[in-house]
């Protein structure tokens, strides 16, 4: 059985010195590494944030308000505005 690179010559590089010089690379400077040490935390400290931003929403929803709209019962009916006093919340209960 024959391979399918059996009969082709290929052209190694042998040494590195035979490699081309790389070009120079406008973000291999020095001055881009806090840049870049900024952007690899930036992605976890955002989703931390975004985290606590939620956490913190939903202990606050509703806090100190004073009335709430009930759904219409019908589709005829209109929504109504309820005092907060007159609403039982699962804290009441």
């Known amino acids: 059985m024959q391979g399918l690179f059996d009969d082709k010559e290929f052209d190694y590089i ?3 010195s035979e ?4 070009s120079d690379d406008f973000w291999s400077n020095e001055k ?5 040490q900024l952007l690899r935390y930036a992605v976890p ?3 931390i944030g975004v ?3 939620g956490v913190f929403a939903s202990y606050t929803y509703n806090e100190g308000a004073d ?6 019962s019908s589709e005829t009916a209109s929504a109504v505005l309820v005092p907060a006093e ?3 919340t699962a804290k009441d209960n």
């Open 14 to 16: 042998e040494t590195s």
């Open 19 to 22: 490699l081309p010089e790389p």
């Open 32 to 36: 881009w590494e806090v840049l870049g």
């Open 45 to 47: 400290v955002v989703a």
């Open 51 to 53: 985290v606590l931003v």
């Open 67 to 72: 009335t709430y709209m009930q759904s219409a």
């Open 86 to 88: 007159k609403v039982e």
